[in-house]
């Protein structure tokens, strides 16, 4: 917009407009920003909820991998298979899992990572990250790859079997959890569906109540003024 409009529209038009201009002006950049504001808030608090889950989950999954290693019956790894499935909490029921050791070298085809991005979060864990959270567009799916490092019931069994220079916080291996983001997204969808709703029905109203206030309360008192103003500049003292 030249500085010639610019000057037009605000210097130019009648009070009225202009009060609304500036008004309607400054009501849509608070609008925008408190909904992208909120928006990105609401994102990050469903972000930290998935994060949250999956920590949550870390425990359990290690549980019942020892648990099926234990037994050498397959009866009784069919039953913990079972056991495991019934208590999976039912938003996540759809969750997968694996566990990689911290060597993929010497490790089984089920205890290394399947894909570049398993291997690629294993390298930044051994660099000193705890853990690695994101999701993944071509599944549809929220990825998760957290540390597991050696306390003091894991060091003396996986020295033997894994690792003799394991040290007590060592790095043992990575988990990864897989979740379904279908829900997650759904969520944001019609959180950010009522915000716009909210924020249109806001702003229609804001400009209702800021057209009444101007006209009545701010316009109305300075025309009548003005026009008292006329009379007297031409000599009308009868008023």
């Known amino acids: 917009m030249s500085y010639r409009a610019f000057k037009k529209l605000l210097g130019e038009t009648n009070l009225e407009r202009k009060c609304r201009y500036l008004f309607g002006g400054g009501l849509l950049v608070l609008i925008t920003a408190s909904f992208s504001l909120n928006t990105w808030l609401n994102n990050q608090v469903l972000n930290d909820q998935n994060i949250t889950s999956a920590r949550l989950l870390v425990a359990p999954i290690i549980l019942e991998k020892h648990w099926k290693w234990s037994e050498s019956n397959d009866q009784y790894r069919m039953l913990i298979e079972k056991i495991a499935q019934s208590v999976k909490p039912k938003d996540l029921g759809d969750y997968s899992w694996a566990v990689f050791k911290a060597n993929p070298s010497n490790a089984d085809s089920k205890e290394r990572p399947i ?12 660099q000193g990250e705890n853990e690695i959270f994101y999701r993944d567009e071509a599944e549809s799916k929220f990825q ?24 007590l916080g060592g790095l043992i291996g990575i988990v990864n959890i897989r979740f379904p983001s279908q829900k997650v997204e759904q969520a944001q969808n019609w959180n950010n569906a009522i915000n716009l709703a909210s ?10 109540a800021a057209y009444a206030i101007v006209r009545y309360v701010i316009v109305k008192p300075v025309l009548h003024l003005k026009d008292v103003s006329d009379q007297i500049a031409h000599g009308n003292l009868d008023l």
């Open 115 to 126: 894909d570049s991005a398993g291997y690629e979060a294993l390298e930044r864990i051994k």
């Open 144 to 167: 998760y790859y957290g540390a597991i490092h050696a306390t003091e019931s894991c060091v003396s069994c996986h020295r033997l079997r894994d690792d003799p220079d394991l040290e």
């Open 199 to 208: 924020a249109l029905v806001t702003a229609v109203l804001a400009m209702l």
